[in-house]
């Protein structure tokens, strides 16, 4: 089985990274701070003014370990990584299959099921332990909802009316969102979803936790031998990794939102850690940063049972799983992408 391997992140303004031997060596100031082995890396994902030399970013590559560029604030840039592994046979099966609207629709609904179930879920969860009745009532009216929206997806159905369904459950899962969060501070109110710019300090962690599973589900479909720019659920865009954002999906509640809650119902992230802009957007400062990728690695380090394989593993490398998942149901291994629902 693969193994769930390190991402080195880095936030430093200014660091320099270096080959140094068979290991990413981080400079700053002239001074080497963090020296890591390339057989512990599964990925290096830095953050604004970082420099990566080139023979470093040749060795990377040999090794089949991607660099991700990301701004300071989390808006993917752009992706270094080798060539292609797995068969291109995978990948031709992958194009056809999405030009087909029948196989499209198949995996787009099999993607939202276990988005839906893991909102669902999490909605449970949180109105089972809320000290507030009228708090926990709107969550589990909000999670039947969601079971309604489910029991549609039981049948086939075209790809726009999965896409509608998914858009109306999304719509009341965030409508109760802010019953999730125990801060008693109005600066941590949350509304509405607003991406670009995030218009709050919960929308700005959302966005920044989702760039991250983005880059990580992204390298796991390359992993696998999958094109993750060609997806079912998103269809092409120029620019879009349309595969890596349907296997997201239901990846979203299980990592990406109890990470925002955790940090913010925690108090690891205070309002003071974050930036107001004249224009309206408000960002992380690097101090939430830090907060935050050390809560997503935690989070990813937690062990699951798979409850397809019924092997322990961590979530980090469910992504991993999930991505061949779907290459064997592309191949024709198995008989349907199963969804990774964890209650």
Request: proline share 5%; aromatic share 6%.
């Amino acid at each position: 089985m693969k193994q769930h391997l390190n991402t080195l992140f880095v936030c430093t303004q200014g660091a320099y990274l270096k080959k140094d031997g068979e290991a990413v060596a981080v400079r700053v100031g002239g001074k080497v701070q963090l020296r890591c082995p390339f057989i512990n890396l599964g990925g290096v994902v830095c953050f604004g003014r970082v420099a990566v030399s080139t023979p470093l970013l040749g060795a990377l590559a040999k090794n089949g370990i991607s660099v991700a560029f990301l701004s300071e604030y989390g808006r993917l840039l752009a992706v270094t990584r080798g060539f292609p592994s797995g068969s291109v046979l995978l990948r031709r099966e992958q194009y056809r299959w999405a030009d087909n609207p029948e196989r499209s629709a198949e995996v787009a609904r099999a993607c939202v099921l276990g988005k839906l179930a893991n909102s669902r879920n999490l909605l449970r969860r949180a109105a089972r332990e809320h000290c507030d009745p009228a708090a926990a009532q709107t969550l589990h009216a909000a999670a039947e909802g969601i079971q309604v929206s489910l029991e549609a997806l039981r049948q086939s159905l075209p790809l726009d009316s999965i896409r509608g369904i998914e858009g109306a459950a999304g719509a009341d899962y965030f409508a109760v969102f802010s019953h999730f969060i125990q801060s008693s501070d109005s600066r941590f109110a949350f509304t509405t979803r607003s991406r670009r710019p995030p218009r709050d300090p919960v929308n700005a962690l959302l966005s920044f936790t989702y760039a991250l599973l983005l880059n990580d589900v992204r390298s796991a479909c390359e992993a696998a031998g999958l094109d993750s720019s060609v997806g079912f659920l998103h269809r092409d865009r120029p620019g879009r990794p349309g595969l890596a954002l349907d296997l997201m999906e239901e990846l979203r509640p299980l990592i990406a939102d109890r990470v925002v809650l955790n940090v913010i119902n925690r108090h690891q992230v205070r309002p003071q850690d974050f930036q107001w802009q004249p224009s309206g957007a408000v960002l992380l400062t690097d101090k939430a940063r830090r907060a935050v990728l050390q809560a997503f690695q935690e989070r990813k380090n937690e062990v699951v049972t798979h409850p397809f394989l019924g092997e322990k593993m961590t979530l980090g490398l469910v992504l991993h799983i999930q991505a061949r998942l779907l290459g064997r149901f592309i191949r024709g291994e198995i008989n349907a992408y199963p969804p990774c629902v964890l209650r």
